[in-house]
């Protein structure tokens, strides 16, 4: 209601504030653009369920793999290689 009161003019309208719809209005609002963002209920409920999954599964394997890599049975062999050079 009271946006319609206002009659003010937005460059961008995003339909859905969930992990998407929010992540998409921030971009934009942060290149200068002025937005709006309409949600049906609670904001980030959900609606982008799989999205924050996939994100959550992509971080977690990032973290395994950084935590291999650094175990001291990885970085022996390049240790003692070097210790042998000097």
Known sequence: KELQQKKKEFDLVVVG????????????????????????????????????????AGIRYMGTAIARLLRWESLKRPYTALIETM
């Open 17 to 56: 504030g969930g992990a998407t719809g929010c992540g998409v209005a921030l971009d934009a609002a942060s290149r200068g653009l002025s937005v709006v963002l309409v949600e049906r209920g609670d904001f980030a409920s959900g609606t982008s369920s799989r999205s924050t999954k996939l994100l959550w």
